[in-house]
């Protein structure tokens, strides 16, 4: 089990608590994204279950997301980052990504990756760089019914 940490600033949080996430609100975010087209709801549901996910919200309303796939010692994978539009450039992106390096059960973890079509320059501020061996890894990739 991970801790469960809460962070605030100004009149936004940033916490990991499961039960305050608003799976209706994830899942609408997720119709805008570029990565998550396709995923059917289920699969969505089941892979918040599954994760350490880290919930922004002004107040009780969700406004963000980031999850976290990690066995907590070694590895770990940033996924499904999201701060809506409507509160960005704010600095809630930053600060979503500060908070997630600096979780106590993620701290030490060798190797961290993200995939990123658009958001490169906002990683490499924090040490995010491309594959020094890209021909090493190895990926499969199966579509969602209907994609």
């Known amino acids: 089990m991970t801790k469960i940490i809460e962070t605030h600033r100004d009149q936004f949080t940033i916490s990991t608590d499961p039960a305050r996430l608003d799976i209706d609100v994830i899942c609408y975010f997720f119709t805008r994204a570029y990565w ?3 995923r059917p709801r289920e699969r969505t549901e089941s892979a918040l279950a599954n994760s350490l996910v880290f919930g922004v919200y002004e107040g009780a309303k969700q406004i963000g997301i980031a999850r976290v796939v990690s066995d907590y010692a070694i590895f770990a994978y940033l996924c499904d980052v999201f701060i809506h539009e409507d509160y960005r450039a704010q600095g809630l992106g930053k600060w979503l990504i500060e908070t997630i390096l ?3 059960d993620l701290l030490g973890l060798r190797r961290w990756t993200l995939i990123t079509r658009d958001a490169h320059g906002l990683y490499q501020q924090f040490g995010f760089q491309p594959f020094s ?4 890894w190895m990926e499969i990739i199966k579509p969602f019914p209907g994609e």
């Open 102 to 104: 600096a979780h106590p």
């Open 36 to 38: 998550t087209k396709g």
């Open 133 to 136: 061996n890209p021909d090493n």
